[in-house]
């Protein structure tokens, strides 16, 4: 049983009470110790059943995450290794950031799994190191990963909503990927959308990239707050993931335009001739961009929107649907276009023009 990490700012804590003794037999559920940092306290236990071995604790110590607090053995007189050997063992050694039930520790030492392998970040239990065990192909005396063979690259969705499930269409349309699941902080893990389960919250993007997934698509579409959009993108690249541009089968690019990285292009759209489109910019089913456009990071260009030849369209800025929007405008950073709203003129950085006006 390892020392969890209570708080990602301070990896050492407080052993403030010790509620077992060497030999003892315990029950899951059953109270192990207490530890506290300067900003909580936790009480820690019994994960499984079993007998308290190598036991070496005090109440008082200061504690490090992922050092030993004890063995649970499964008999009485079972001994733990010498603390030599464990170390000379690289797959016994838990990185001080691991958290990691007693369970998962010996499933992962029973099968040789490197334990710098495993996400350091959430609580890795005997279901994660089953999955990731599940995921191993060995050939020869060469292990690699599911994730990694030849075929269809793996790909995640983040996000369950409407905007998820379009992008689920899309990327079954196209077939270029292997959909692995959808990763949403707000469904219940297990639960189904379109057929694909929900692998949980962000804590399941750390459990994913330890089997190999590397791309994901930001199925969130920022409609109300594109700041929810970006802090997505934030979260999946301080994860280690990279955004693809997706372009559905039906939609037609020019060969001369340029997409960045998590632009999403959705079916019967039209994107023209030395068009920019920047990072993470959504253009929706139906819409319009014509010759020479540039368009921004994170813009949301709706469904059945018109923009005119050398349109300028700032970062975060939402065109709404059925916008017209006129040759050479600039709208800035931030504007938002309400639906069916015809734009003649230039439109400042936070700008709004209302539904179905004439701007100006």
């Known amino acids: 049983m390892l020392y969890p990490l209570l708080n990602s700012n301070e990896p050492e804590a407080l052993l403030a009470a010790v509620h077992v003794s060497e030999g003892q037999r315990v029950a899951a559920g059953d109270l192990l110790f207490t530890l506290e940092t300067t900003k909580s306290t936790a009480e820690v236990a019994a994960e499984s059943p079993g007998y308290v071995a190598g036991l070496h604790a005090a109440r008082g110590q200061i504690v490090s995450a992922g050092d030993m607090f004890c063995f ?14 464990a170390a000379s063992d690289s797959t016994s050694l838990a990185p001080a950031s691991l958290r990691i039930t007693q369970p998962a520790l010996a499933l992962a030492q029973r099968t040789g799994l490197d334990l710098s392998k495993l996400p350091t970040g ?19 005396n060469i292990v690699s990963n599911n994730n990694q063979i030849s075929g269809p690259p793996a790909i995640l969705i983040y996000g369950g909503g409407g905007h998820g499930k379009a992008l689920i269409d899309l990327l079954r349309t196209l077939g270029s990927y292997r959909l692995v699941g959808v ?19 962000r804590e399941a993007l750390a459990v994913q990239y330890a089997q190999g997934v590397r791309l994901a698509v930001n199925a969130v579409g920022g409609i109300g707050s594109v700041t929810v959009r970006i ?3 934030q979260t999946l690249a301080q994860a280690g993931y990279d955004c693809p541009p997706v372009v559905h089968p039906t939609a037609w ?16 759209a039209y994107v023209g001739s ?4 920047g990072f993470g910019t959504v253009i929706n089913t139906g819409a319009i961009v014509s010759h020479e456009c540039v368009l921004g990071e994170c813009v949301n260009i709706s469904p059945g ?6 349109v300028q369209v700032g970062d975060g800025a939402l065109i709404g649907m059925g916008v017209t929007v006129n040759l050479q405008v600039q709208v800035g950073a931030g504007a938002r276009l309400g639906n069916g709203a015809t734009v003649k003129t230039d439109v400042p950085p936070n700008g709004i023009v209302r539904a179905g006006t004439v701007h100006p």
């Not at 649970?72 to 050997?85: F, Q």
């Not at 959430?122 to 020869?140: A, C, Q, R």
């Open 231 to 233: 802090k997505v993108f």
């Open 183 to 201: 990763v949403d902080d707000g469904l219940p893990s297990g639960t189904l959308v379109m057929g694909l389960p929900v692998l949980g919250g």
């Open 274 to 277: 030395e068009v920019q489109v």
């Open 72 to 85: 649970l053995a499964d008999t009485a007189d079972w001994s733990p290794p010498p603390a030599e050997a």
């Open 253 to 268: 690019v020019e060969s001369s335009a340029s997409l960045a990285a998590g632009v999403q292009v959705f079916p019967h």
């Open 305 to 310: 929107a018109i923009l005119a030849g050398r």
């Open 122 to 140: 959430p609580l890795v239990t005997e279901k994660m190191v089953k999955e990731i065990i599940g995921n191993l192909v060995v050939v020869g």
